[in-house]
């Protein structure tokens, strides 16, 4: 099992828990590839946002695999959002061997540009580096270690330094388990997910101590043909939400969602469409 960064360890049960559940808002998702250096367009549209403003605001999002013909670096992403905001996100793995080089910015303040490199050069081991570019202090380290069906990851920071967050996952079979400690081992996250079969699967997760003290959530996800996924949990708030996700056919998908909280009596729902 290859190693994850230590934000991605409890990766496969979240996968249940939380992907693919549009549960509030409408949006209309599109992406199509264009013939200039691979160059991909993605827009985004929130539906009927509210009373206000806009009803069909957008963020439209870029993509050059090799921008003006240049293969040394890509351009991960260009986006502008509905509010005017910008995110440039550029990176690059032809310095090194194993090395992946990547810088972020919001195109407006220098204080907000971050750059990275990521190592994955030696075997079962990933190593992760970020840092401000005006404060460099400010970085934070990702490094895990994957041996056999384990996999443990640690994250350093300036201000954990005696007391770094660490964690470990472990997979066997059709059994996930994680377990992470945050906070200078204040806040204590537990995850499992069992596969019971090719279309069948299960998760939970449990947080103790933080200020997510007692959040749980159990759910699970059924396929029961190819390009169709149902999804439902339950939540500590005593919501329930459940999700279906449809292939209607090739390039366009239908995801809609509803959670009933049954301690207010409020429902919600949300639906979305991607076109690709």
Known sequence: MAPVKFDDIAKTANEVLNDDYQTSGYQFNAKQKTSWDGAVISTAVDLFPGKEGCMTPAKLTW??????????????????????????EMSSDKAYKGLKLECKSDLKSTAKIVGACTYTGIADLFLKMETKATKPQDFVLDISKAQGPATVAMKLTPSNMTSPDVGLRVLSGPVFASFAAKEAFSTFVASCHYKATSE???????????????????????????G??????????????????HGLTKGFTLLGGLKYDTVKGMPSCGFKLNVE
């Open 63 to 88: 993509k050059f695999p090799t921008p003006l013909g240049v293969s040394a670096f890509a351009i991960d992403k260009l986006e502008m959002d509905k509010t005017g905001g910008m995110k440039l």
């Open 200 to 226: 069948l699967r299960c998760a939970a997760s449990y947080t103790y101590g933080g200020k997510a003290n007692g959040n749980f959530t159990v759910g699970v996800a059924f396929e029961p043909k190819k």
């Open 228 to 245: 169709t996924l149902l999804k439902a949990k339950v939540q500590q708030d005593q919501s329930v939400s459940c999700s279906v996700k």
